[in-house]
């Protein structure tokens, strides 16, 4: 119980926290709007579905992902540089714990950024949105958010020990949207590079999405979430394993503040 | 003799310097990745979005579009980023304090990124000759590096504005961002301006790179560079224009925070 309650009051402490950065704000805010616009000004005389996947739904996803990269990629780096690294890392309750609430609470800021994204493309461009099947459409957006806190975990675990957090973080945005067919149809890709981006959990999310506004029923997408799903949970066991490596690493080297 | 040579030679070790002061500490892996991975990835993630939307046929259009665009990322995220950088390491108390007026300070730290900026852009268009069927004839070549310069000198002079900005900002990462988002949707580079509302589309003429890119695409379409002269010296007195607000924006906030006593603590 008292491990729940740790994630829930880190997570809460993240949500209220997070948002006082500058360049979170902008993820959660600013890119959602400024992303959307200018999705929705190319997308501008596409058909009403490709508007609905790409400017509507495409903004909202590259931000969420957005968001994981200069949130939840390098919050511990950023503990490092406030020099509370060591003292979340000596809790009773269990640093991969506290990390898990401050992944929970940046992903609730994306969640925001998706409805925020949608909101402005939809108030702002007047266009027919098509969602053809809502319910398979939340499933598929609560699917990506387990998901996606699922990565951020991860990249939380592997970044610990790294000094290249931020560098990455910068890298990694684009590819993603590139390879998980955020912004544009997979098919455009070629078929070596497709089958990579199954590695991605977003690319399986998005595909539910996609059946979702073209009217699939929630049996003709049952390959992508349990593909998901299951993608989701290797995620998170590599993660706990990462974190355990981790743990004995840094009381054997005694480095943990010095990456 | 050596009295010309001097304040050459002083222009470029300070280029040097603040060029220096942005990367030295990275190592070379890092380097590429900030300087060429992020710029490129991002190239090629909207010109393959353009594939998609506007047709194989017209891809290279919007791939020199979002080529010539590049140079927004040393000009926002390096020059742009110079003097609050300065403020974090202490060192801006010096730099004011120093005999140099606002223009011999800003104006070399633009230098190296002017030419990091058309290698960027020239690394995107061999990535641009390899999959997106860019080749430009041999002749038009000269042409179109001298509009490469014209607009990496723009962008880099906008850079200044932004820079003198930061000195008065502590949000200076939701200005770049901003700022850096608006030269994408705005200068035409992945939908034509034409979308955007009447009362936006003078905004675009007054971002720099919107006629670097219309120059080039022309170029790549075979008009020469003398039947658009006019854009070309638009976008040098733009950047002009940027370097002159750049720095009086530079003078005037220092002497107001001297006059406050508030240099450091915006």
């Not at chain 1, 945005?173 to 959990?201: D, H, K, M, N, T």
Request: net charge positive.
């Amino acid at each position: 119980m008292s491990t729940i309650n740790a994630v829930i009051a880190s997570a809460s402490q993240q949500f209220k926290t997070s948002i006082g950065r500058p360049m979170f704000r902008f993820c959660v805010i600013g890119q959602p709007i400024l992303f959307g616009l200018i999705l929705g000004m190319i997308y501008l005389e596409k058909s009403n579905i490709d508007f609905t996947l790409f400017a509507v739904f495409g903004s909202g996803l590259s931000t969420f992902w957005s968001s994981i990269c200069f949130s939840s990629a390098s919050d511990i780096h950023r503990e490092r540089w406030y020099g509370t690294l060591e003292t979340i890392y000596s809790a009773p309750v269990g640093f991969k714990w506290i990390v898990l609430g401050k992944i929970i609470g940046n992903s609730i800021w994306g969640v925001f950024s998706i409805g925020l994204s949608f909101s402005v493309v939809v108030l702002l461009f007047q266009r027919q949105i098509i969602i053809g099947n809502l319910s398979l459409l939340l499933v598929g957006l609560f699917l990506m958010t387990l998901s996606l806190i699922a990565i951020g975990y991860l990249f939380a675990a592997l970044f610990t020990l790294s000094r290249n957090a931020r560098i990455m973080m910068n890298f990694m945005e684009y590819p993603v949207y590139i390879l998980c067919g955020i912004l544009f149809p997979l098919e455009q890709l070629p078929l070596l590079i497709r089958s990579f981006a199954y590695v991605l959990s977003p690319t399986w999310a998005v595909k539910i999405i996609h059946l979702a506004v073209s009217g699939s029923s929630l049996f003709s997408a049952i390959n992508y979430i349990v593909g998901l799903v299951v993608i989701t949970i290797i995620y998170g066991v590599l993660a706990v394993y990462f974190f355990e490596k981790i743990d004995v690493k840094c009381r054997v080297e005694a480095t943990l503040e010095v990456y | 003799m050596a009295g010309l040579i001097d304040p050459i030679k002083r222009f470029f070790r300070k280029g040097t310097f603040a060029y220096k002061s942005t990367f030295a500490v990275m190592s070379l892996q890092q380097y590429l990745m900030v300087n060429l991975g992020a710029p490129l990835m991002q190239m090629l993630c909207f010109t393959l979005v353009a594939n998609y939307v506007y047709g194989s046929q017209n891809i290279t259009t919007w791939f020199i579009g979002n080529a010539v665009v590049l140079t927004y990322f040393n000009a926002i995220f390096g020059v742009g980023t110079h003097l609050s950088a300065e403020k974090s390491f202490g060192t801006l108390k010096l730099l004011i304090a120093s005999p140099s007026n606002g223009f011999n300070l800003l104006l070399p730290r633009t230098l190296l990124h002017i030419f990091d900026g058309i290698l960027t852009i020239f690394i995107g268009l061999i990535i641009g000759a390899l999959f997106f069927d860019f080749h430009l004839p041999i002749e038009a070549w000269l042409s179109f590096g001298v509009v490469l310069l014209a607009a990496s000198f723009s962008a880099m002079a906008f850079g200044l504005i932004i820079a003198s900005i930061g000195l008065a900002s502590r949000d200076l990462n939701l200005i770049l961002n901003v700022v850096s988002m608006s030269l994408l949707g705005l200068t035409g580079a992945n939908f034509p301006i034409s979308r955007l509302p009447e009362f936006i589309q003078p905004i675009s003429q007054m971002m720099p790179l919107t006629r670097s890119i219309t120059l080039c695409r022309a170029l790549y379409e075979g008009t020469p560079l003398s039947e658009n002269t006019h854009l070309l010296l638009g976008e040098i007195g733009l950047g002009v224009i940027f370097m002159i607000i750049g720095t009086s924006l530079f003078k005037i906030l220092t002497k107001k925070s001297i006059q406050s006593g508030v240099l450091e603590f915006f």
